[in-house]
């Protein structure tokens, strides 16, 4: 989706504010800022709308359900004041993560891949919520004395460029016009990294991991990219040495072992963005069946042979490699979808359906099960059903477009033509179209013109999203 091209530049090359030395806060003094926090949550918003506009993502709910559950466990131990927090999965395969200003929380699929336990994938996120809480961005902004909010609005813009791989001729307007603004401010100092990688590792240890991990993962990347002349985003902007993996090993060692280092439920995850970014099914297949051959002890292995075999409808296989997981552990909710998915594929609805149903009073408000229950109803031509769940899951995800798009499909099958416009409006909100959202309800104020409430709910959304609109692109224009 590339909705939002002229937005971008528009974004990355507004002129800063002059601002006058005597205005400067004390480091660290978030009541004096240049920008406030909730500057900062709004401008948050913004951009993580721009980014959904201009960057592919992984729509997995089971992968988007980790990654929620994942921050927050962190989230909980950490400084971070405010817990709004979004979250943004980038589909690419390269190692980057970032916690942009007002709580987004963002994770390309190839931290999975780079990650090689949960403890190195939790060590980069608790080191993204110490950038966060420390209000690195903001403070960042003080060596600058005449760079304002329009700088930090370059500076978020560079990082949707970076996202999207600098593909086309206007992202590299960007760079072309804001090189220097960016390049400088979109690397934190190395005294902001030195306190990030220590509130970072109490932060793991507070919330169970063993904080060896951080170094564990540091060393790795160190290692792997030490020759390239090209080393990928995460490490450009956060350069990896030789002192710091010293200091933050010294650090953790001298913290009592027995921290979690890793888990089976995060391997399962690591295998499912494994298998996404193979060429093709087989492959992947042939790549868990030599790890099961070297260990066929290995679930996480099996587990994604599974579910390559379902995906080049080799069902029958399927069944055979996942039932010994099934009999291990008859309740466990990655297993179960993944015979949810095999049953569904092989058109075994009535099985499928028990299954579901059996899982989901066990965990009622389970996301992946519920989108499983919802695909099913679907799949099944029972609309209304479909689209009453779909309500529910809202109740719990209305920041989630994934959700909002398929609502939308739903409602105009259900012939819900007002429902539909009203979603088409939510999406496009969501992904930083306000032209488009404010038009969607339009349409739907013409569909409901002999009823005034539902009109006047509508009508009153869209003055919403009017002055939404105005208020982002004046906070844009600093």
């Known amino acids: 989706m590339n909705v939002l091209r002229p937005t971008l530049l528009t974004l990355a090359c507004l002129l800063a504010q002059p601002v006058m030395a005597s205005d400067l806060p004390s480091l660290g003094d978030a009541s004096s800022a240049l920008v406030s926090p909730q500057q900062e949550y709004q401008l948050g918003r913004a951009w993580l709308s721009i980014v959904r506009g201009q960057v592919s993502q992984l729509s997995d709910p089971q992968l988007k359900d980790f990654v929620e559950s994942s921050v927050y466990r962190l989230a909980e131990t950490s400084q971070v004041q405010d817990r709004r927090l979004e979250f943004v999965l980038l589909n690419s395969p390269q190692i980057n993560a970032f916690a942009a200003p007002g709580g987004i929380i963002g994770v390309n699929g190839g931290l999975f891949l780079y990650a090689q336990t949960e403890g190195e994938y939790a060590s980069v996120l608790a080191h993204e919520l110490a950038h966060l809480s420390q209000r690195h961005f903001a403070r960042g902004l003080e060596a600058q004395q005449r760079m304002q909010l329009p700088v930090m609005a370059a500076m978020l ?29 979109r690397r934190f ?82 295998a499912r963005v494994q298998l996404t970014y193979e060429e093709t099914p087989g492959i992947a297949a042939k790549r868990f069946r030599a790890q099961l051959d070297e260990n066929p002890n290995m679930d996480a292995a099996r587990y994604g042979l599974a579910i390559a075999l379902i995906k080049g409808s080799q069902f029958d296989e399927a069944r055979d490699i996942l039932a010994p997981l099934l009999q291990k552990a008859p309740d466990d909710v990655t297993y179960n979808l993944a015979q949810i998915s095999l049953d569904s594929a092989a058109n075994r609805l009535p099985a499928t359906a ?40 809202l109740k719990r995800r209305v920041k989630d477009p994934d959700v909002w798009y398929q609502v939308a499909e739903v409602r105009g099958l259900s012939g819900n033509t007002i429902g539909l416009h009203q979603a088409r409006a ?27 409430q539902m009109a006047s709910r509508i009508d009153a959304r869209q003055k919403e999203l009017i002055e939404e609109k105005r208020m982002t692109e004046e906070m844009l224009r600093g």
């Open 189 to 270: 100092s190395r005294q902001n990294e030195q306190e990030a990688d220590r509130i970072g590792l109490v932060n793991l240890e507070k919330a169970g991991y063993d904080p060896r991990s951080m170094p564990s993962m540091f060393e790795r990347l160190m290692r792997q990219y030490r020759y390239d002349r090209m080393p990928p985003e995460f490490l450009l902007t956060h350069p990896v040495s030789e002192s710091r993996i010293a200091d933050t090993r010294n650090r953790a060692e001298q913290y009592q072992p027995g921290g979690t280092e890793d888990s089976l439920r995060y391997q399962l995850m690591r």
């Open 354 to 393: 028990l299954r579901i149903n059996r899982l989901l009073e066990l965990y009622p408000g389970n996301y992946p099960m519920n989108q499983a229950r919802i695909d099913l109803l679907l799949k099944q031509r029972k609309i209304p059903e479909a689209e009453r769940a779909l309500n529910e899951l």
């Open 157 to 185: 813009a560079g990082i949707v460029a970076a996202a999207a791989g600098a593909g086309d001729a206007g992202i590299a307007a960007i760079a072309s016009t804001q090189a220097a603004a960016i390049q400088e401010q």
């Open 426 to 452: 939510e999406f496009f909100a969501l992904v930083g179209d306000f032209n488009q959202a404010i038009e969607q309800l339009d349409f739907a104020k013409r569909r409901a013109a002999n009823n005034f």
